[in-house]
């Protein structure tokens, strides 16, 4: 069956490290892989986005990566701040179709 | 920069009546969608429209739910006959092409089912 997993429910760092969240995904080849961030009763505010043939994509202090052999994107934030704190949720682009969501982690930087 | 809009933000309800919930996408988007998000669980596709028609549907999206383009700029979502466990958050989504881009949600309308 189809299924997508994020790393952990939450996840808690200390402010300046760098957070490393996980998505891995069994039974889909998305075209794409986009990650966004969601605040608490707020809409999903898109972040980055990856295709199957890139490797890693930056913005910022935001760096994505995509292994499309071991199906799993990594999602980093160095020198993490606690205004990084929110939900990160990785999305499959499943060519053209809708977008289908992980669970998300929940990110709590510490000051 | 554009964005999508959404009303009402919030929505009260009684079990059996219904609801419309507004979305006016970007104005050059021609694809538009409608997500769900049950509280503490994930965003869950309901319905995608394209050219004035339903292009994919979720097994959520039952005979008691509709999409409407009514006019050039508002994408509407009808809960004919709402049940407690429509209660949560509703996205409105659109993007100006069906792949190779993000899709820009709006900031939701929280219904509440009573």
């Known amino acids: 069956s189809q299924k997508i997993e994020q790393n952990s429910e939450a996840l808690n760092i200390q402010e300046g490290k760098t957070a490393t969240l996980t998505c891995n995904y069994t039974n889909y080849s998305p075209a794409y892989l986009q990650w966004y961030r969601q605040d608490p009763g707020r809409g999903p505010v898109f972040l980055l986005l990856i295709r199957e043939n890139e490797k890693e994509k930056r913005k910022e202090r935001l760096k994505v990566t995509f292994d499309t052999t071991l199906k799993q994107s990594l999602f980093h934030i160095t020198a993490s701040q606690p205004a990084d704190s929110a939900t990160y949720l990785c999305?499959?682009?499943?060519?053209?179709?809708?977008?289908?969501f992980g669970p998300g982690t929940r990110l709590s930087v510490l000051p | 920069e554009p964005e999508v809009t959404q009303t009402p933000s919030h929505q009260v309800t009684q079990m059996g009546q219904e609801v419309i919930l507004r979305c006016v996408p970007i104005s050059n988007h021609l694809y538009f969608y409608w997500y769900r998000q049950i509280l503490g669980q994930k965003v869950e596709f309901l319905v995608s429209f394209y050219n004035n028609e339903i292009s994919e549907k979720s097994e959520i999206f039952d005979d008691q739910f509709s999409v409407e383009r009514p006019d050039g700029s508002n994408f509407t979502l009808k809960i004919r006959s709402t049940k407690l466990e429509d209660s949560a958050m509703y996205f409105c989504?659109?993007?100006?092409?069906?792949?190779?881009?993000?899709?820009?949600f709006g900031p939701g309308t929280r219904l509440l089912v009573l």
């Open positions: 999305a499959l682009d499943n060519y053209g179709q809708n977008f289908v």
């Open positions: 989504a659109s993007r100006a092409r069906r792949s190779g881009e993000t899709q820009y």
